[in-house]
């Protein structure tokens, strides 16, 4: 029987909040598992821009990331929320470790092509992106690893990568080794049939019943991008995906993704 793995992914609205990324990360250590953990930050990182003088520009959830604004993405973070978050599960006794895909060359990436859209230094993952084997050893070590949304080209470019991509992709790339459950946290109790009513979590999701409500209107927005990369890492062989609260991933109220 192989040992379950839990793979946490926390958006932009957690962490730009000091009080719930506490109360997230209180949480998160109750877990008795070997467990990693992927954070975002995009909407910190918009104001930051915006404060800055740069305009942020998303297409199709994907930040458009020039020259200037790779600089200011990597510093908030790689830098400022990457080990805010490593101090906080520290806080709680929790032997996290903070990386950058370029560290230990843990998540190689490619930049993307241009074809319509430029999107400038955005990294795309592939099958080969994840050092599964140094993975192996962190955990096996005690480490809880703790990855930004920045990635490498292994030619010394950093480049901006989707969390919930990277947290999908090390979902799959660990799941022939662990029994993966890939957690997406948010500030909604899970993925709602009413957007505006917060009791309206549907418990259970199958691929089918995904593109009904993908078709109806009701799951958009960066919802879409989420479960399209869920519902892939549920087919690559990742045991088990869960929409949930970020300050509620202990309570039974949530949404879990089923193969059919
Ligand atoms: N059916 C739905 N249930 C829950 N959230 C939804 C739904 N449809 C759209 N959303 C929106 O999707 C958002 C989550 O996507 P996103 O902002 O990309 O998350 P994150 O930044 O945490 O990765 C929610 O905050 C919500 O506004
Ligand atoms: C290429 C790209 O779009 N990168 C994202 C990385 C951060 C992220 O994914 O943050 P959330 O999970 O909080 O949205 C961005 O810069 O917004």
Redesign the pocket.
């Known amino acids: 029987m192989q040992e379950v793995l839990k793979i946490f992914k ?4 957690i962490i730009d909040d000091p009080g719930q990324l506490q109360q997230f990360l209180g949480e998160l250590a109750k877990l008795d598992n070997k467990i990693m953990l992927v954070h ?1 930050g ?2 910190g990182a918009s104001q930051m821009l915006q404060e800055l003088g740069i305009e942020p520009k998303m297409v199709q ?1 994907r930040r458009i990331t020039d020259a200037a604004t790779l600089d200011i993405v990597t510093m908030f973070y790689a830098g400022k929320t990457n080990k805010q978050v490593v101090a906080g599960l520290q806080a709680y006794g929790v032997n996290a470790l903070g990386l950058s895909g370029a560290d230990g060359n843990v998540i190689r990436a490619s930049k993307r092509p241009v074809r319509e859209i430029d999107y400038g230094f955005v990294g795309d993952l592939d099958e080969q992106s994840i050092n599964t084997e140094l993975l192996q050893s962190l955990l096996g070590a005690g480490l809880t690893p703790v990855f930004c949304a920045i990635t490498h080209d292994g030619q010394g470019q950093l480049l901006n990568t989707n ?2 991509t990277i947290a999908s992709s090390l979902a799959r790339a660990l799941a022939p080794f662990h029994q993966v459950e890939l957690h ?1 946290c ?3 109790d899970g ?3 009413d ?1 505006q009513d917060e009791n309206s979590v549907i418990p259970q999701i199958t691929p089918d019943e995904y593109q009904a409500l993908k078709a109806q209107g ?6 879409v991008p ?1 479960l399209d990369n869920a519902f892939a890492a549920l087919e690559a062989g990742v045991e088990r995906v869960v929409i949930e609260n970020a300050l509620k991933i202990n309570e039974p109220v949530k949404t879990i993704l089923c193969r059919s």
Do not use: R
């Open positions: 926390i958006g932009g609205g975002g995009g909407k959830g969390a919930d997406f948010f500030e909604k993925v709602l049939a957007v009701v799951i958009a927005a960066g919802m989420k």
